[in-house]
């Protein structure tokens, strides 16, 4: 029979491999306890002896390729007929109440030998033990609480057999309690009025991520399920219709004792309902906390990797912002024009296409900006391709598409991607491909455009621009004071490698090429 | 690093019997050979963890065989197999390393965490030193209940480091208390060597300090080991007072068997050393035992070792309502209510 060896936690912790060396090939006749391979972890680098007699048959790792904890690295044949057919994993026939975000590991053949003392294992067989009795023969469901949720269910007359739980596996959390205590009734929360972006001058299809704006959940199979399990299925789509509680928020009855513990009361009942989908959303969406409790979410998906790399940007590169006030009287004059004209096509252009044009000029002068840094190896990479990153707010928080090869682009082909790209990643439906490979980054505040925000850079870019509104101003020309067309730009650049008046320059160009558009014209 | 042996203090070696010197020679290969088999399990995940005393072999059976019965033990990390010279079962000993049904401690204690009450082998945490107060306390304990006892707390070279070892010292020495303080001196706190965690390397001075008798020994010589051991014991067991016993030794192998001691050490030296100082070569050089017969009375442990080993491994693991028992001596409600979920299943 064919025994594979799957690959142990062989430190306290360790998820993967290094294949060091092999002592054994295909073919090799091995001893019980002989030396098979050298594996290396981030701990130490061991020998592992083979648990099994036999023929090695197969080797699944080249050296130097890196094994996870919980796959198989060689099979031997043991000899002898197949035993009785392996158990299927335990985890496998957990029914779906099983959270995903914990997998069971995948199990080529259960034998006596499995490493079921390595943490891996052992968690996932407590999982698969737990997740069985949850459709133990009798039909009786298998009740998950803390001590002091027993306590509370106890004193509130409630009987947990009764209580669907929504914490993780099922457990039956404090609020759970609560709510059936209540007559079974669902709190919920109202989230704020969504804000509907107004059209105004800019009209541009991108927002920053400093603006708020009311979020709605995005679909989670987890949520679903929590949902159904309560019989109170919906659709979690775009746009959900939020049940109102029947009765505002009951007062809490009693004042736990001191000494109890109240962690429960870290997960108020409206995150408990929509959890996955209030980790995503910013801070200002979240449920106002009921009074003298906070309101705790984890931070992840979409906003974890907003937030590394905010935080990755901000604290390698070396911010600095310029910031100048142009005079787009005769900008938005030509686009009136042109769209205009365009009407007839059913098309409109926003400013962006006019601003990404002004910077393909403007990198062309100044190549040193249309660049990435590479920290790792100490490299400034200057490119040739303008490819322009816009950022564009979803429900999820900000993302950045990116338009290809800008200068060679016309404006009309430049707005219709522009759209179609920020639909995409609005609808999550955005490729690898469309999310990276940008050079530089312009993010247009639009409707909220404000006077002045710092940008943050779209690391390992080294420049972004920050459009802000356009608006109607009084200003001198000559020598009198009329009304124009104004609006900031501000760009911030890391100083590491843009000096300060090369960002001037930059900037100054930029503003030039939108002043006057014609000499845009002339110079694409 | 050079490590003395010609440093530790001479012992006269008791009039050992052959008989028990060979036995203690049998115990230390019997040892060595659970620690091999150990370590190959872990390294093919089938048990969690080990932590070997490969080389220290001398240290924890020459105490083993110098202590009576009733006399309580402290261990470290490195000391498990004096349960198995007092009596203990083989086969529940290495059910604690699977975490299996057999396993005394019901799978809730880090496998090599060997204890058990009923061989007066203390529960230990891998914390570095917290024994060593307690075998103090426990000494205190005993004379004032005037029990006839000897509490030994064990320790490595790291833990003469830390606070808990002033604590023991401290109260060691004011109380005079029925105990002997054995520090197994392997040289390394896992990757720090002796002489970066303590400039005191000759670690039996430290006793000094604190009032307490301080002797170092050759760790490699199983006579001296059991025969400063039994001074040491007899001197606490007559009112004598504590004794601060440092066995000076070498960790042969890795800390545990997450550490991998070629990144911070010369291994050749470990090699050469081992190659001088195994002290189970030197116990067959001494004419404890024959090695020929030392080897059959192996290849018999090695079929004992396979039949426990295929035994243990196959058995379940503890029983889910076993984790709701042993804390409280009259069970309250509410694990009595989760008992009874628990109890229609496993």
């Known amino acids: 029979m064919a025994y594979q060896f799957i690959l142990p936690d062989i430190g306290e912790g360790v998820v993967e491999g290094e294949v060091v060396r092999w002592h054994v090939k295909p073919g090799d006749v091995v001893k019980e306890d002989q030396t098979l391979v050298e594996i290396m972890t981030d701990k130490a680098t061991v020998q592992i002896p083979s ?14 390729e890196v094994a996870k904890v919980g796959k198989a690295i060689i099979e031997i044949d043991t000899g002898g007929e197949a035993s009785a057919p392996a158990p299927a994993p335990a985890a496998e026939k957990a029914p779906s109440r099983a959270p995903d975000s914990t997998p069971p590991p995948q199990r080529v053949e259960v034998s006596r030998t499995e490493p079921r003392a390595s943490f891996e294992a052992t968690s996932t067989q407590a999982v698969a033990q737990g997740s069985n009795a949850l459709v133990a023969s009798t039909g009786e469901r298998e009740i998950l609480a803390t001590p002091a949720v027993r306590k509370l269910a106890r004193d509130e007359g409630v009987e947990l057999q009764k209580v669907a739980g929504t914490g993780p596996f099922g457990r039956i959390t404090r609020e759970d309690v609560l709510r059936q205590a209540q007559g079974g009734q669902v709190i919920s929360f109202t989230p704020p009025p969504q804000a509907k972006a107004q059209t105004t001058q800019t009209e541009a299809p991108v927002r920053e991520n400093v603006q708020a ?9 987890r949520q679903d399920h929590r949902q159904e399990s309560r019989g109170n299925s919906r659709d979690f789509g775009r746009e959900p219709v939020r049940e109102e509680p029947r009765d505002p928020p009951p007062p809490r009855r009693e004042e736990p004792r001191r000494d109890e513990p109240r962690r429960d009361e870290m997960r108020p009942a409206a995150q408990q309902q929509s959890q996955p989908a209030q980790a995503q959303q910013q801070s200002s969406q979240l449920p106002p906390p009921r009074p003298g409790q906070e309101t705790r979410v984890q931070i992840r998906g979409l906003r974890k990797r907003i937030s590394e790399k905010m935080h990755q940007s901000k604290s390698t590169a070396a ?87 800008v200068d060679q682009k016309s404006m009309v082909q430049l707005q219709r991607e522009i759209e179609t790209l920020s639909e995409k990643v ?41 459009v802000h509104a356009i608006k109607k101003k ?24 843009i000096d300060g008046y090369i960002g001037a320059q930059f900037i100054a160009e930029v503003k030039r090429l939108l002043e006057d558009p014609t000499t845009l014209f002339l110079e694409l | 690093m050079a490590v003395k042996r010609a440093a530790a203090k001479k012992i006269a070696k008791s009039d050992l019997p052959r008989e028990t010197f060979a036995q203690m020679t049998i115990e230390m290969a019997r040892l060595r050979r659970i620690d091999e088999r150990l370590i190959n399990l872990q390294r093919q995940g089938r048990v969690g963890f080990h932590g070997s005393a490969l080389g220290e072999e001398a240290c924890v059976i020459g105490c083993a065989f110098a202590l009576e019965p009733r006399d309580w033990v402290f261990p470290a990390l490195r000391q498990g197999a004096i349960m198995l010279h007092r009596g203990f079962s083989l086969e529940t000993y290495l059910a604690q390393s699977f975490g299996c049904a057999a396993d005394e401690l019901k799978g809730r204690q880090m496998p090599a965490h060997f204890s058990s009450r009923s061989v007066n082998q203390v529960s230990w945490s891998s914390c570095i030193g917290n024994q060593i107060p307690q075998a103090v306390g426990a000494a205190f304990a005993a004379r004032y209940r005037g029990d006839d006892v000897v509490c030994v707390g064990f320790m490595g070279d790291g833990a003469t480091s830390e606070a808990d ?39 039996w001075k430290k006793a000094q300090a604190y009032g307490v008798e301080g002797v170092r020994c050759d760790g490699q010589d199983v006579e001296a080991v059991h025969a400063t051991m039994r001074r040491a014991a007899d001197k606490a067991r007559s009112g004598g007072g504590a004794t601060f016993v440092e066995l000076l030794t070498f960790r042969v ?25 195994d002290p189970i070569a030197r116990a067959i050089a001494a004419g404890a ?24 491994e196959a058995m379940e693991l503890p029983s889910r309502s076993t984790m709701l028992e042993d804390v409280y001596a009259k069970m309250p409600w509410s694990l009595r209510e989760q008992q009874a979920e628990l109890s229609p299943k496993r």
């Not at chain 1, 648990?51 to 130097?64: I, R």
């Not at chain 1, 912002?321 to 009407?343: C, H, P, S, W």
């Not at chain 1, 020598?479 to 104004?486: G, K, S």
Request: with cysteine; proline share 5%; charged share 25%.
């Open chain 1, 51 to 64: 648990p099994k007699a036999g023929k090695v048959s197969k080797l699944f790792f080249k050296e130097g």
């Open chain 1, 213 to 221: 704006r009311t979020q709605e959940p995005r679909r989670e199979d």
């Open chain 1, 319 to 405: 911010h600095f912002t310029y910031v100048d006030e142009f005079d787009l009287t005769d900008l938005v004059k030509l686009r009136e024009q042109v769209n205009g004209k365009l009407a007839a096509q059913k098309i409109k252009l926003n400013f962006l296409p006019f601003i990404m044009k002004a910077c393909v000029v403007a990198l062309r002068k100044f190549p040193a900006i249309n660049a990435l840094v590479d920290d790792a190896r100490g490299e400034y990479v200057m490119k040739s391709d303008i490819n322009i990153g816009i950022a564009v707010q979803t429900d999820d928080g900000l993302m950045v598409p990116v338009v290809r090869n």
């Open chain 1, 426 to 466: 609005r609808r999550r439906q955005a490729t690898q491909q469309e999310l990276t490979g940008g050079s530089f980054t312009i993010t247009s505040l639009g409707a909220l455009g404000g006077m002045l925000a710092t940008p943050v850079i779209n690391y390992p870019e080294v420049a972004i621009l920050g």
């Open chain 1, 474 to 497: 009084p200003a001198v020309v000559g020598e009198q004071v009329v009304i124009r067309d104004l609006g900031n730009f501000a760009a911030s650049f890391d100083h590491r490698l």
């Open chain 2, 165 to 203: 070892f002033h604590y023991a010292m401290t109260f060691a020495g004011v109380w005079k208390v029925p105990c002997v303080l054995v520090c197994q001196n392997n040289q390394w706190a896992i990757s720090e060597p002796l002489e970066r965690q303590t400039v005191v390397t000759e670690l």
């Open chain 2, 253 to 277: 192998g890795p800390h545990s068997t997450s550490d991998d001691p070629s990144v911070y050490r010369d291994e050749a030296f470990t090699k050469k050393w081992f190659a001088e100082n």
């Open chain 2, 289 to 312: 035992i024959e090695a020929a017969a030392l080897a059959d009375e192996m290849a018999r442990f090695d079929k004992e070792l396979d039949r426990v080993f295929a035994k243990v």
